[in-house]
């Protein structure tokens, strides 16, 4: 073999080690920089999921407080009731008109309280005007509560209207 040709020979084989050397070298670094992307990816989706936990938190919170006010706002109230058994065996919470003057006598409806919510009963429109009991309604939940005319109404009319009926 000449000189030449076995110089040339070595070369390419060194050629050859360099770019076998080289070329796993870049897949070992394109492995790495996967990686690097996909963790990076990972991290990403963290972050966003994070944040969607950060803004639902601060919602819930935000909730939670609107409803601890309410809460609050309705105690202050309903301790201005009393329970009440009308004539009729009906269970009301009646506003306590001695103590408070802010307010004229009513009653309020005792399902709704379980809610924290203050509703004042009313008359039901559909009374005949002769029946010993009328319904007192409540325009929050539509239950009705059934009045003694002449006994438990008494409060919510005047003596006039009362000699009438
Ligand atoms: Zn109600």
Redesign the pocket.
Known sequence: MPIGTSYQALKDIGSLGKKIFTKKVDDEVRKQIQEIIDKSSELYDRIVFLEDERQSNRELISDLQKKLLNIKKFAREFKKYKPQKLVTGTLVYSYDSVSYKDKPPHDI?T??VRDS?I?ELQPSADYDGKSKNIAFT?F????NFLYDKKVDWVKYITPELLSKI
């Open positions: 409806c399902k709704c919510v509703s409540c929050h939940c539509g239950s």
